[in-house]
């Protein structure tokens, strides 16, 4: 095996015997062999449209499934790979036989390969490695990442029958594209272009969550716990969250979000359920913990899993492209209702979740809710109240580098306001940083696709304040990142123009040498010091 798309990848170089994440060599590798069938269905479809063949939407939603499934942390189960590569090479076959010209088509779009054995010892030639030149390797991963991450979210937003065919056709495009040889410069284009259809894929979640569940609204999330038997729900699923909401409503049982499910929390569609109670834990890292604690069965429905404990391994359920071997996976369809009943069961069975907090967090401080505040917070940036913004959104990690963000956190200035996304939150956001002029000191727009939010309320900033640059703005961003959905918000960023981005805690190791040099010229891409000269750096000047 080799894998080195996660932040916490062996010695920021690359897991080669089994993953930091848990995942054994032969994931790894069956992950490395679904990626690259699915290029080869990817061309079968690209050639399809060429050829004037109608390509009808489950045949995008395989595409994105499959890339879904290989994210970090989402799915550690051998047999459900053997299962998806199979499908995938069988419906490939299918498709291939529109295709009149097959002249153009690469060794992965004609590889018919159904005996296990075989297509085990396939999946050793196909990985990360056989790209040999590391600068091409590098960009070539880099695309293949933000498309992992572009896909997840628009399988949330197909959850949601909501599509768009021009994201699912540039996935497809683009991943017929890391099999070309391309120069560095084409590359380079492709791996901006991703980040164009970032931004895109990301609008399409916003609308398909909002249009579902309404805009979310400042909210305050209760950490404590109730007397009642319950469910954890983790993941970003909101269609999942839904579901749970409705078929636990009446049973006696409670609800609660974990981790990136926190933001569920702050959508008036989910606020009318009393049986949900609110968030219990932190980060996804420590449900090592806090599931023991948690009594009740957990539902996840996406990343971040980590290989449980055997004292709650039959506690925990996964659903969608979320999967690990021994555990119950709960199946379902696009626009089919899920049976979530054998959960509940269980859970009744279960004690109530022991306390570890308690007390509130605050968020719901998507674009729609800070618009609603803008006045206001002009008026703080004219009055000199807030002099800055920190954009420090992202994803949160086992790494003891870590502290890193709770210590800058809390070095800010206190005229400065902290602009929040994804799991990366849960460094600060029980700091208790107050606010400014009422308006908190962390805002949180809710999970990492959210970012979306950040990037609409920036361009509103600039809008307000007729800036021509969005680089003008007195925005900061000191992002860290872990897996391949931080990517995508990575390359969303710099498509839309943001320079001076800070990444961390570590760069990424599938960025070669040379390809970092490009995004330092290009962009500015900076790594991390420590929190003293880094505050030095954004605030030396004030
Ligand atoms: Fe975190 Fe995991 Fe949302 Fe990621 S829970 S690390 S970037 O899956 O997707 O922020
Ligand atoms: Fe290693 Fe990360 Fe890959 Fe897991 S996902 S094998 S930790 S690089």
Redesign the pocket.
Same mark, same amino acid.
């Given at each position: 095996m080799f !894998?080195?798309? !996660?932040q916490? /990848?062996?010695q920021n170089k690359g !897991?080669t015997k089994v993953?930091? !994440?848990g995942?054994t060599a032969t994931v790894?590798n069956l992950q490395d062999m679904l990626i690259w069938v699915t290029k080869g269905l990817a061309q079968v479809m690209v050639e399809m449209r060429e050829q004037g063949h109608n390509v009808e939407k489950e045949l995008n939603h395989v595409i994105s499934y499959n890339l879904f499934t290989t994210i /970090?942390n989402a799915n550690f189960d051998e047999k459900a790979f053997d299962k998806i590569i199979i499908d995938t090479i069988e419906l490939k076959e299918r498709l291939l036989n529109n295709i009149k010209n097959k002249e153009n088509l690469f060794e992965a779009a004609l590889y018919n390969e159904k005996d296990l054995e075989k297509i085990y010892l396939k999946a050793t030639e196909v990985g990360v490695l056989a790209t040999e030149n590391e600068d091409i390797r590098s960009l070539r991963e880099l695309t293949v990442y933000g498309l992992k991450g572009l896909s997840a979210y628009s399988k949330h937003a197909n959850a949601l029958l909501k599509d768009s065919e021009e994201v699912d056709e540039f996935i497809q495009r683009a991943l017929v594209e890391t099999q070309k040889d391309l120069s560095l410069d084409e590359l380079v284009n492709l791996v901006l272009k991703t980040g164009e259809y970032g931004v895109k894929g990301m609008a399409l979640l916003d609308e398909a969550n909002t249009s579902a569940y309404g805009n979310p609204k400042i909210t305050k999330v209760n950490i404590g716990v109730r007397n009642n038997p319950a469910i954890l729900i983790s993941g970003h699923d909101l269609r999942d969250m839904e579901m749970l909401l409705k078929q636990t409503e009446g049973t006696g049982v409670d609800v609660y979000t974990h981790s990136e499910m926190l933001p569920a929390n702050y959508y008036p569609a989910f606020k009318k359920y009393s049986h949900f109670v609110g968030n219990y834990g932190n980060a996804w890292w420590k449900q090592r913990e806090e599931f023991e604690t948690f009594n009740g069965p957990v539902l996840f429905t996406t990343n971040c899993i980590v290989p449980p404990k055997e004292s709650y391994k039959d506690r925990i359920y996964t659903t969608g492209a979320a999967g690990y071997p021994g555990c119950k996976h709960i199946e379902g369809k696009i626009g089919e209702e899920k049976d979530f009943s054998e959960i509940i069961e269980h859970a009744k069975r279960c004690k109530a979740p022991i306390e570890i907090e308690t007390g509130e967090i605050v968020g719901g401080f998507a674009h729609n809710q800070v618009f609603a505040l803008a006045d206001k917070i002009v008026e703080a940036v004219k009055s000199g109240a807030i002099k800055k913004f920190v954009v420090m959104g992202g994803c949160d990690g086992r790494h003891k580098g870590r502290d890193y963000y709770t210590e800058f956190a809390k070095s800010l200035p206190n005229d400065s306001v902290i602009l929040t996304a994804g799991c990366a939150k849960y460094r600060y956001n029980k700091l208790n940083l107050g606010d400014i002029a009422g308006i908190p000191r962390v805002l949180d727009a809710g999970q990492c696709n959210d970012s979306y939010s950040l990037a609409l309320i920036a361009l509103k900033l600039k809008e307000v304040f007729e800036l021509d640059n969005i680089n003008d703005l007195p925005i900061i961003y000191n992002i860290a990142w872990y897996e391949q959905k931080a990517v995508i918000v990575l390359l969303a960023l710099l498509s839309l123009g943001v320079k001076n981005i800070h990444l961390g805690p570590t760069l990424p190791a599938f960025l070669s040498p040379n390809v970092v040099d490009v995004l330092v010229e290009n962009f500015g891409i900076a790594g991390n010091q420590t929190v003293e000269e880094d505050i030095n750096l954004f605030f030396g000047d004030d």
């Open positions: !894998c080195y798309q !996660c916490e /990848t062996n !897991c993953g930091v !994440c995942k790894a /970090t």
